[in-house]
């Protein structure tokens, strides 16, 4: 069960877990709301919530597709004076709406991003009952990722995800109170920037926002600013003649992290206390090479689609995180490469502790209008800014392989969406690289980034010995795909192959890239023979293999689902790293 505070990053004391079992129906005529559920919850069954119905861990385990789901569950409430009550989802697929006590409190759309209401006006004293309808379909309009869309599985999607599949929980918050904080770290200055926005107090009170770093237990630094206005804005050098290296930094290796305690207050009394971290890491560009803390960077990431054989989309447990984390590390990759999803923020605590380097990606939608771009935009945004403040995040990639804009080769519009997104990206977190359109047909992109599964190295390095006519859009690089969209050209980026491998034992009931091979011996062959491959060619300056484990139909991790290790991991990892 996920226990754990699900917000490391902006954390207080007074919180509720509302995860466990929950009142659970079907609504498959879409009465619901005709019939008021709000008010009279037809109790058919219990879920085990944040798992999805689909799930084993749910205690449903039904795979069929249900549009309309519904949970309902009471919650004792001790009301405190000039406090407020905040209910927190982590994440619902798709549209959420929610009563407290038969009131409607508000709406969301979107499957990955995190989403609150301030339900203080709505709650009583003691117990309060909540109920939440999600909607889902199978439609290609709205970002689904691998989600399936038909019936059954099919190449490399999978069972849908529909309803609460991540924490819910409630908090309680003063009337005056810290309601987030943007943390980007100046590593060149030695300094680090506070964007802070605060909600509620009076006008006529002195207010002051109070900052205490720490590194390793001891006090580093100490900051107060006075607050005037919504957001207040303010920076804070780090170096310290009691460090010899002045600050300390974020790396793979190393992962140094500043703790923060920041404390609001009004007049003589303390209002509002949270507690986060950031780590002083630089990830930057410089010709064809990325660079983090202005050194080179040779990415040795891995894919990772985060499933699990029992929970699906849903980690099933802290240690399940954690144990992923290592795994990937166990094996010689620096990196990961969240593949369609978007991640339990503690997850990406986990990385930020451990030193793991991650792309996020956006999940995908599969059809191109106004409204779908509309949805993308506002959700890609919404996972931007929450996910902002972690160091592990080394770079933003919202579109993959042409989903969602499958026309973009030529098509001037989806071109154009590409880039608003780029550049709106860019305008909130000009720091991070930013990936568009990951595989191939790139329009603006800080990174050119191929995917090739070629099962043999003398076929990669004698495909890509050309990078001129393959960046030059003279020749398609895998003998489908160009570089560039058409009217777009090489800038200088660095290159990444960012999907290679694959590999496969012989299955009767699961897939690979390429042929299937039927010996330990013979994949770590191939896997060498390919990986060694990609080093040699010197204008690569990475790569991600796929994938760390098998996902339902799709068997080509180096673990199974139940992280097993499917070949000798210690092999893999002197491969990577010779």
């Not at 954390?11 to 559920?37: A, C, M, P, Y």
């Not at 609001?264 to 410089?286: A, C, H, N, P, Q």
Request: proline residues 3%; hydrophobic residues 35%; negative net charge.
């Amino acid at each position: 069960m996920l226990n754990a505070y699900p917000r490391p990053q902006f954390e207080r004391d007074h919180w509720t877990n509302l995860n466990g079992e929950w009142n659970f129906s079907f609504d498959d005529n879409k009465v619901g709301e005709i019939q008021k559920w709000f008010h009279s919850f037809p109790k058919e069954m219990k879920i085990v919530v944040p798992y999805t119905y689909e799930t084993k861990m749910s205690m449903i385990g039904d795979q069929t597709a249900h549009e309309v789901v519904w949970y309902n569950r009471k919650v004792t409430v001790h009301k405190k004076e000039h406090s407020r009550t905040i209910l927190n989802f982590e994440g619902v697929d798709y549209t959420t709406k929610v009563w407290v006590n038969g009131q409607f409190v508000g709406m969301h759309q979107g499957g990955y991003a995190a989403f609150s209401f301030d339900v203080t006006d709505f709650i009583t004293e003691g117990e309060n009952d909540i109920t939440v309808k999600a909607e889902d379909t199978l439609s290609c309009e709205q970002p689904r990722g691998k989600q399936r869309w038909r019936k059954d599985n099919f190449g490399c999607w999978y069972v849908q995800t529909t309803g609460i599949w991540k924490s819910v929980w409630m908090e309680e918050v003063p009337s005056f109170y810290l309601d987030k904080v943007k943390i980007t770290p100046d590593l060149d200055r030695g300094e680090v920037h506070f964007l802070a926005k605060v909600t509620g107090g009076s006008r006529d009170t002195e207010k002051l926002l109070s900052c205490n770093i720490l590194l390793e237990g001891k006090t580093v630094r100490k900051a107060s600013v006075v607050v005037e206005e919504e957001y207040v804005s303010f920076s804070v050098a780090l170096a310290s003649e009691e460090d010899p290296w002045r600050v300390a930094v974020w790396e793979p290796g190393s992962p140094r992290l500043y703790d923060v305690n920041l404390v609001l207050s009004e007049g003589d009394s303390t209002k509002d206390t949270v507690t986060t971290y950031f780590g002083m890491r630089k990830i930057s560009i410089e010709g064809n090479k990325v660079l983090l803390n202005n050194r080179p960077l040779y990415q040795r990431l891995i894919l990772d689609q985060g499933y699990w054989e029992e929970s699906h989309l849903t980690p099933p447990s802290e240690e399940a995180m954690i144990k992923d984390i290592e795994l990937i590390m166990a094996a010689g990759y620096n990196g990961l490469r969240k593949h369609q999803k978007l991640e339990d923020r503690r997850f990406l605590y986990w990385c930020d502790k451990k030193g793991l380097l991650v792309w996020s990606e956006m999940a995908a939608q599969y059809t191109f209008h106004d409204d779908g771009m509309e949805a993308f935009t506002k959700e890609w945004m919404e996972v931007v800014e929450q996910n902002y403040n972690h160091p592990s995040i080394i770079t933003w990639t919202p579109f993959n392989e042409s989903w969602g804009v499958e026309r973009i080769y030529t098509d001037v519009m989806q071109q154009k969406f590409t880039e608003a997104i780029y550049h709106l990206t860019k305008a909130f977190d000009p720091y991070r690289p930013v990936i568009v359109n990951d595989g191939w047909e790139h329009t603006v992109s800080d990174i050119i980034t191929l995917h090739d599964y070629a099962e043999r190295g003398e076929e990669i390095w004698n495909r890509y010995q050309d990078a001129e006519a393959i960046l030059g859009n003279e020749i398609p690089f895998n003998k489908a795909r160009y570089a560039f969209a058409k009217g777009y050209e090489y800038k200088g980026q660095p290159v990444i192959m960012s999907e290679y491998g694959g590999i496969a034992f012989t299955t009767e009931d699961g897939w690979g890239y390429g042929k299937q091979v039927q010996s330990e011996e013979d994949f770590l062959e191939r896997f060498d023979s390919i990986t060694s491959a990609i080093k040699k060619l010197d204008y690569i300056c990475g790569f991600c293999y796929t994938q760390i484990t098998d996902v339902q139909q799709e068997v080509n991790g180096l673990y199974t689902m139940k992280r097993e290790p499917k070949v000798n991991i210690e092999a893999i990892k002197r491969m990577n790293e010779k």
